[in-house]
């Protein structure tokens, strides 16, 4: 069954089991390996994109859900990491081993388009489903709040 | 590094570094070893190579770099990071010693990830040692470098040496201020004689210009944009992904399979049994059935549909629940004395009052966020290996054992580690791949899944402890027996089973206590599944045991917690064996002399910590605090955390104070980041943490009950972190902050409730 759908601004038709989810599409199909594995039942956030505006965890997404959607990636969030949230990440120095960071950060995208200036409490919920194992969320919520001019 | 390519071998730049670009390289090697040596233009750069990187050498000539730096005739300065990044912001740190000690810019540096490969010397990244383990070496990498480029300037000028610098990246004759930049005297510095390791003079560390000060990740736009690559990220052409069923009690195997339905899934090529492992299982593979198929869903998919029946073996009655009561049993006993000084048994005997209490403490997971994986590629005889590991050359001896050939044929590349935490030491997922590469014919991926990376971990062991105090009528301690009963690492290597020096070194036998009479006993316990390091190891349930104990000696004193510290660890003063009560001490792998037991530096760490947290004030502001403070890897950490209930009437960790002495230090920001992340990292074990075992098996299986991990909402939302500024050796920095953080925490809990927990994890699921 052939799905189509647009990632990062690329139409792509893929040809693959309806039921493969979206991350799986995206790694080993379309080869954006930016969008990491992390536990396959939406318990970690490290597979979180961005489908028609809304944040999704890939991994529990079959494809054919996402046909005729609009897909953006961590690789498609700014065309050279330029988006004010991974410059604030890279000002303060979040990242420990980064695997899960691209999932933090479209989650944080999405938390900021509905909420430009979070309080810590819709930070905390809104980022309740991206673990980080390194422990960098001390940072993340600086992060956020420094991006969002709030330099307490 | 583009995210979807596949990852170009580093191996074909360096081979290009040393045989076709010239210039000056220099190699890492034992001092003695350097004397003759020399590097000229078209030779494998070059050191005589110790006597363990020659067999290396003999069998793979030219392929494998050796070097740690590289200064180009354009200037450029490659420096080799031979530790694996798996957060902690190595390749962030290491380089800037070289490149300090050099003279470099550090715009003009390019970091090379190494190969597995012995002529770098220890590339294990665990025990927090990479810049303690290497702070002189690769100094002495940098520093030889500058003497040779300065001697190349002074020939040209036909000055003396003495009076030339190297500062960014430029020799300057001082009196006549003419300069030459690096990339001038790169092909004539590369013709010179490697001088000996003794004549070469490291810099003042007032010299070091970065070093201490704030470093950028440099990393960090890769990881934010999606472009670095992780083992999971490799893509090779014609790659196919295996998922492979393992069985679920160590020592099981396969009963009977009927592959069918696994292989009518689309996708799925094969399904192929895998070599039984044989005790002791060490980095053996598990064993199990693969699942080979195109790509990584067919193959999870296929694996689902497998008819496989296990035989479980001599482990299938293991069951935590009913070992705990055996741990108990065996505390109760005495032990093998491992540390006396001084009579503690008469000392008890004759004690006015009694305080004795039992601490236990589960299993404990690794759960990286990049589950373990590992692609290999074999040609021929020769096999290579794309793996986020710790262990290269381990992985690379695994490998090799797998195969049946020698390490020379195997290649290890070292990707970016999502995370490790001591679970990516081990090289079974790594010898998976490459006897699946070998018998399917073509480049294979092992992705382990969530539930395999938390069933078929090499858990942290389980223990129990029993602390025994004695105080004489006027409530001083004046005896302390410490008992301790956990499985050793050892049995996974089929060592002896009770633990030793290594395992008792962790919090047993270096507790810098100056009471009279004090003793450490070990009692039996038997391990049951693999066992493995995690962050911190065994320090985690000794400091737990100890931290804690310390607090119900305060409640029976009816005396402040810090000032119980302070009386047990006595004057500030390094401590001697004989006042240890131990013949030997391995002290991480570092000499007393240079890395001491010193109480003073714990006493100035528990004064610093509770300075800062207003520990004095803490009932006027009805706040409840605790407090425990651990050396551990040769730094002293102390530590104050609040707790309060939440909203839910949970109890949740809302402040935390650190202050932290390891010596001298390289990246303040990173250290900074450590101790963030070790608050994290202990948190979650001591909240959640439990891998529980029933008919031999692990019962979790993803981020759920004892494998669940604090999420950001129960992250403090204040830390205060304090580092000592000390020109001390440095010690480790990646585990030192783990150990206090649970005992703190119960502490607080205690001070909140009046519960006290002699049990992690402190709240179930």
């Known amino acids: 069954m052939s799905i189509t759908l647009r990632v990062n601004g690329t139409e792509h038709h893929v040809d693959v089991d309806p039921e493969m989810p979206l991350l799986w599409v995206l790694r080993d199909v379309l080869n954006l390996t930016g969008t990491k594995y992390g536990c396959g039942e939406a318990l970690c956030g490290a597979c979180t994109v961005h489908v028609d505006g809304h944040v999704v965890r890939s991994c529990v997404m079959p494809i054919r859900r996402a046909e005729g959607t609009s897909v953006t990636t961590i690789e498609g969030l700014s065309p050279d990491g330029s988006h004010p949230l991974q410059k604030a990440w890279v000002e303060m120095g979040v990242p420990q081993c980064g695997f899960c960071q691209a999932g933090q950060i479209m989650t944080a995208a999405g938390l900021l388009k509905k909420f430009p200036r979070p309080t810590d409490e819709q930070i905390d919920q809104s980022l309740a489903g991206n673990l980080c194992r390194c422990g960098t969320y001390t940072r993340i919520r600086a992060a956020i709040k420094a991006m969002a001019g709030d330099k307490s | ?765």
């Not at chain 2, 679920?248 to 009518?264: E, H, N, Q, S, Y």
Request: glycine fraction near 10%; charge should be positive; include cysteine.
């Open chain 2, 1 to 765: 590094m583009k995210a979807g390519r596949v990852v170009i071998p580093r191996r074909a730049f360096l081979r290009g570094l040393n045989l076709s670009i010239g210039g000056l390289a220099v190699g890492y090697c034992l001092p003695a070893a350097a004397q003759d040596a020399t590097n000229e233009p078209g030779k494998p750069a070059g050191p005589k190579p110790t006597a363990a990187s020659q067999a290396t050498e003999s069998k793979t000539p030219g392929l494998n770099p050796n070097v740690f730096v590289h200064v180009a005739p354009d200037g450029t300065v490659t420096i080799v990071c031979h530790r694996s990044e798996m957060g902690q912001g190595i390749r962030s740190s290491l380089p800037v010693l070289i490149a300090d000690e050099l003279g470099a810019q550090m715009a003009r540096v390019k970091i090379q990830q190494a190969d597995g490969d012995k002529v770098y010397g220890d590339q294990n990244t665990d025990g927090s040692n990479s810049i303690r383990g290497f702070y002189e070496d690769l100094r002495l990498m940098g520093a030889t470098a500058r003497t040779m480029l300065i001697a190349a300037a002074a020939k040209r000028w036909n000055v003396r040496p003495g009076e030339c610098s190297a500062q960014d990246h430029v020799i300057t004759h001082v009196p006549t201020r003419r300069t030459l930049g690096f990339g001038e005297l790169a092909l004539a510095a590369g013709k010179l004689k490697v001088p000996d390791p003794k004549s070469v003079v490291l810099r003042p560390r007032a010299e070091l210009l970065h070093v201490g000060k704030a470093l950028p990740l440099i990393d960090a736009p890769a990881y934010v944009t999606g472009q670095a690559v992780f083992g999971a990220d490799v893509r090779l052409p014609g790659m196919l992904t295996a998922v492979i069923a393992r069985p679920p009690v160590v020592g099981g195997k396969i009963a009977r399979f009927d592959p069918k339905r696994a292989l009518a899934v689309p996708g799925v090529r094969r399904v192929i049994e895998m070599p039984q492992p044989k005790p002791p299982y060490m980095f053996q593979p598990w064993g199990g059935l693969a699942v080979v198929a195109d790509h990584t869903w067919a193959a999870m998919r296929g694996r689902a549909e497998l008819d496989v029946e296990w035989e479980h073996g001599p482990n299938a009655t293991y069951d935590s629940e009913r070992y705990k009561e055996q741990l108990a049993q065996s505390v109760a006993q005495p032990g093998e004395v491992a540390r006396k000084h001084g009579d503690p048994e008469a000392a008890l005997k004759s004690a006015a009052r009694i305080v004795e209490a039992t601490y236990h403490v589960p299993h404990l997971p690794h759960i990286p966020m990049e589950p373990p994986v590992a692609v290999a590629r074999m040609d021929g005889q020769r096999c290579e290996i794309w793996a986020p590991t710790q262990n290269p050359q381990a992985a690379r001896t695994e490998v090799a054992r797998a195969l049946g050939t020698s390490e020379a044929n195997v290649q290890v590349h070292v990707t970016f580690l999502g995370g490790a935490f001591g679970r990516k030491s081990k090289a079974d997922f790594c010898s998976e791949a490459a006897l699946l590469a070998r018998e399917v014919g073509a480049p294979v991926r092992v992705q382990f899944t969530r539930a395999d990376d938390v069933r078929h971990d090499y858990v942290n062991t389980v223990s129990t402890n029993r602390l025994t105090a004695g105080l004489d009528e006027t409530g001083r301690i004046i005896a302390w027996r410490h008992r301790t009963a956990f499985p050793s690492i050892g049995s996974l290597f089929g060592l002896p089973v009770r633990p030793g020096l290594d395992d008792l070194q962790q919090g047993v036998l270096d507790l810098a206590f100056a009471v009279p009479n004090l003793s450490a006993e070990v009692c039996d316990a038997t391990a049951h599944t693999r066992i493995g390091w995690l962050r911190s190891v065994y320090n985690i349930f000794q400091a737990f045991s100890v931290g804690s104990f310390v607090d119900e000696l305060a409640q029976a004193k009816r005396v402040d917690v810090r000032d119980v510290w302070l009386e047990l660890l006595g004057p500030p003063r390094q401590m001697s064996l004989s006042e240890l009560g131990v013949a030997e001490l391995k002290n991480y792998g570092q000499p007393l002399d240079k890395h001491p037991v010193d109480a003073g530096r714990l006493r100035n760490v528990l004064e610093r910590v509770t300075r800062a947290a207003g520990w004095d004030q803490r009932a006027q502001q009805g706040r409840s605090l605790g407090l425990a403070a651990h050396r551990s890897f040769l730094s002293y950490t102390a530590l104050v955390a609040s707790v309060v209930k939440s909203a839910t009437g949970k109890i949740a960790v809302d402040e935390v104070w650190v202050s932290f002495d390891a010596g001298t230090i390289i990246n303040p920001d990173r250290v900074r980041a450590q101790l963030e992340g070790s608050i994290i990292f202990g948190m979650s074990l001591a909240l959640f943490g439990g891998i529980t075992m029933k008919q031999g098996a692990i019962e979790q299986d993803n981020y759920r009950g004892g494998a669940r991990i604090v999420r950001i909402g129960e992250a403090p939302r204040r830390v205060h972190i304090d580092i000592v500024e000390s020109d001390a050796a440095p010690g480790g920095v990646g585990e030192p902050g783990v150990p206090p953080v649970a005992p703190a925490i119960a502490n607080a809990v205690f001070a909140l409730t009046g519960q006290r927990a002699r049990e992690l994890p402190l709240i179930r699921g």
